[in-house]
């Protein structure tokens, strides 16, 4: 049985000499992993920690590696690190209009409260909004806002489970034990 992607001799745009490949995908030399000289080619992810990016260059080699997790084969693009370009400084415009959109995700549609959190995306409102609005009686909602359970001990299933004791709220003495020294 032949393998998948066999060893080629083949021309690369990153050295003048032949190199070892795996054949090509896209039109692109495939590297399996760990062959890639690291020095000169990166994926996005490692030009970003270096902090750069490929400013509109193209590809020059395709990455695989299997997923172990996943069971099927990756690919990534890697970009020569000459060519790269610095990444774009955050600009104090840039960094308001971020933040203008991440206080519209914790932002309540109902009441215009700033949340925290962010809210969830179907209806973006508040849980107290919600619980005005009207809700369905198996609601988490109700004992927390209310405090009132929504089921009594006599409505929960006989799972044989021993009801909850509450635990005082006095706090017990500290124990002071001795020092070990060694």
């Known amino acids: 049985m032949a393998r998948k992607f066999p ?3 083949a021309p690369v745009a990153w050295s003048p000499d032949l190199e070892f490949t795996r054949g090509r995908v896209d039109g692109l030399p495939l590297l399996s992993y760990g062959i890639a000289p690291r020095a ?3 994926t996005r992810r490692q030009l970003r920690a ?15 590696f299997r997923c172990r997790r996943a069971g099927k084969l990756v690919y990534a693009n ?4 000459a060519t790269a370009k610095p990444v774009r400084p955050m600009t104090p415009a840039r960094a308001a209009a971020l933040d203008k959109a991440m206080a519209a995700r914790r932002t309540c549609r109902q009441c215009g409260e700033l949340g925290w ?5 179907p209806h973006r409102t508040c849980d107290a909004c919600l619980y005005s609005a009207g809700l369905d009686p198996d609601s988490h909602l109700h004992e927390y806002v209310t405090g009132e359970p929504t089921e009594s001990p006599t409505d929960l299933p006989a799972t044989g489970l021993a009801p909850v004791i509450p635990l005082p709220t006095a706090r017990r003495a500290c124990v002071d034990y001795p020092k070990v020294v060694a």
């Open 78 to 81: 890697l970009y020569l690190v």
């Open 117 to 121: 959190a962010e809210l969830p995306k």
């Open 7 to 9: 060893w080629v001799l």
């Open 40 to 42: 000169l080619l990166a």
């Open 50 to 64: 270096l902090g750069l990016r490929p400013g509109g260059a193209d590809p020059v080699a395709v990455l695989y």
